[in-house]
């Protein structure tokens, strides 16, 4: 089932791109879905499920850094990864050193913006994030040649919100007693 699923998810994705539809490929879960969404592009997830492809990235970073950086360059490296090579803009962020190396890397293959993530949870923190993503949302403007407007950004967050609020409605379903759906059950069947 999850070979069979993971075709159909890279066959999606193509035709996404023969649509001509943009797609951002992301590394991080800070990344702003609402800006791809208020533009009209895809969003795909991007990080490695194998170690395949670590000794190839090892050819040029630093052998101790994590398996999870090295196996997830060694597929953007080695042009593998369906969704990496299908992604137009890659958007990463500030998480550890290891990652900012291989962002840097990754910008030699594909135009690769690095979010810089605050430290801290205050006034001065949200200042920041605000200015990152308005400075995200500049740079895709410029990169595709668009306008995303504030009309369109405010119906994104509207419908991600609902979207996350519905999600957080059904999970809500496993404090019932007896659940009328598994745990296990939710996780495999949110297709």
Known sequence: EFAEQRKNSF???KKIKDQNIPVIGSYCTYFPQEIAMAMGAASVGLCSMSDETIPVAEQTLPKNLCPLIKASYGFALTDTCPY??????????TTC???RKMFELMNE??????????????EAALRSWTGEVIRLKEKLEDFYHITITEDQIRDAIRLKNHER???????ELGK??????????MGTRLD
């Not at 293959?109 to 205050?122: F, G, I």
């Open 11 to 13: 066959l999606a994705i």
């Open 84 to 93: 990496f090579y299908f992604s137009d803009f890659i958007v990463g962020e």
């Open 97 to 99: 050193d290891g990652k």
């Open 109 to 122: 293959l594909k135009e690769t913006y690095v979010m810089q993530l605050p430290h801290s949870r205050d």
């Open 165 to 171: 609020r519905a999600m957080l409605g059904f999970l």
């Open 176 to 185: 019932l007693n007896p659940a009328p759906i598994s745990g296990y059950e």
